[in-house]
């Protein structure tokens, strides 16, 4: 790549550099031709120009004599009547020296500042150093001056000639400098590109702390905080994934250890093969049936392949028959269960089993940490969504698991899962299946004290 930039600022230098010289060899020689032979040299450049302008105006040279005269003593121009002087442009200076003489087309002298002009007509060699005078792209006069320096085509090939190998040197010189620039930006600009594809390179051996450093604020300043957010998140999924796969051995060794514990129990004779003695092995089958139920529902729910079966519910029932399937256990464990209606019906589609376990998640939570205590839900409903929150009376949830409460397999209190046969995933599969409504589950702190999780869904 730096190769390919470096041509590439060498292809924009060589390309300026010969439009240059073009440009100043066609210009060049265009001045050149016009300082020579239009009267620059000899100082009658813009008297030349007035003559032509009087000729525009006049149709004519009648009249001529009193302008040029005029010119020769510092007052160029005509004014609006023939043969009368007026503001123009100023040719005093050399001409003011010169011996000036206009002829017509045919080289007949026309007026003579010397005054002597009685049928005198131009030599051939004179009119190939006169001065020609256009209008309307026709030669209608020339303009001899003697007295000053005199040029031939030859001088002026070999001027045209120095002026373009000076440009052409020039133009060398300021492509070198421009191609030595070009090395030293191609450098400066490529490094960034360099330290991204070291720490790719390093990335995609395995070495996911890859970080670059970031100075400016240009482009490459963002792609570069780009990768580095890419970078973040690959590791904290790699992360994620190795404690995961540690944390489903781990749920899925202790019910095998208990399933085997028990087998080998009854395999030596030590517990009897009575139906009493079966129960934990059936137990610890229930519990890792519903561990891959819910690795399965996550796993769909991250592929967006989880299917939901909507259908119209009151959405408002719904919540009242589940809220009430708990009141038995709340009143088991004296806590007290409260619903708040806000709205008395609410129809919309959804899937309601879907539905239903996330209120049976968060219901569960809320037993088990305000056993005791009280739990009160609460449904509202605004123009754009319906909003299910519910508080529980319990400890809250510590502020360093906030961030993480809907992760996979985690707890606030890892040691008390097992005594409630939780597998870690009850809360992660509620949100997912809560964003898969379109919605999402929030979890919080109430001011009042104990936890708050708010499920909202669009109507």
Request: no cysteine; glycine share 8%; hydrophobic share 45%.
């Amino acid at each position: 790549m730096r190769l390919r930039l470096i041509l590439s600022f060498a292809l924009v230098v060589l390309i300026a550099t010969l439009s240059l010289v073009v440009i100043v060899r066609l210009n060049t020689a265009e001045a050149v031709r016009n300082f020579m032979f239009r009267g620059g040299a000899a100082g009658v450049a813009p008297l030349v120009e007035d003559l032509e302008s009087y000729y525009q105006e006049m149709g004519s040279w009648q009249g001529v004599g009193r302008t040029i005269s005029a010119t020769q003593h510092g007052n160029s121009g005509r004014g609006a009547g023939a043969g009368q002087p007026s503001a123009g442009n100023n040719a005093s200076g050399g001409s003011q020296n010169l011996h000036l003489r206009l002829l017509d087309s045919d080289g007949n002298v026309i007026f003579d500042t010397d005054g002597n002009w009685a049928n005198e007509t131009a030599t051939s060699e004179e009119m190939q150093r006169a001065i020609p005078l256009h209008h309307k792209f026709q030669t209608v006069g020339y303009l001899l001056t003697e007295g000053g320096a005199q040029f031939t085509t030859d001088n002026e090939t070999q001027l045209v000639e120095q002026l373009n190998r000076a440009a052409l040197i020039a133009a060398l010189i300021a492509g070198g400098v421009a191609l030595l620039l070009a090395l030293l930006l191609a450098h400066s600009l490529l490094r960034p590109v360099r330290d991204l594809t070291h720490a790719a390179a390093d990335m995609a051996d395995g070495d996911l702390s890859q970080r670059v450093e970031l100075q400016g604020a240009d482009e490459w300043v963002t792609l570069g905080q780009a990768f580095n957010h890419m970078a973040a998140s690959l590791e904290q999924a790699e992360d994620r994934r190795r404690a995961l796969t540690a944390d489903i051995a781990h749920e899925l060794r202790t019910p095998l250890a208990v399933q085997r514990a028990h087998l080998e129990a009854l395999q030596d004779g030590i517990y009897e093969l009575t139906q009493e003695n079966l129960l934990p092995i059936e137990a610890q089958t229930h519990i890792l049936t519903r561990l891959v139920d819910d690795l399965r529902t996550l796993a769909l729910a991250d592929s967006g392949q989880l299917a939901l079966e909507r259908v119209p519910v009151d959405f408002s029932a719904l919540v009242e028959r589940v809220v009430n399937r708990f009141q038995p256990q709340a009143g088991a464990q004296q806590t007290g269960l409260a619903l708040t209606l806000d709205v008395d019906s609410v129809h919309f589609a959804v899937d309601p089993q879907r539905i239903e376990q996330i209120i049976n998640n968060l219901l569960s939570n809320a037993l088990r940490y305000a056993a005791g205590g009280s739990i009160r839900v609460r449904l509202a409903r605004t123009p754009e969504r319906v909003t299910l929150s519910v508080h529980d009376s319990g400890p809250g949830i510590p502020e360093n698991s906030l961030p993480h409460i809907f992760e996979r397999f985690y707890k606030t209190e890892k040691s008390r899962r097992s005594a409630y046969g939780s597998t870690g995933l009850g809360l992660s599969i509620a949100r997912k299946l809560a964003q898969a409504h379109g919605g999402d589950l929030s979890a919080a702190n109430h001011p009042q004290g104990g936890a708050l999780f708010t499920l909202e869904l669009p109507l």
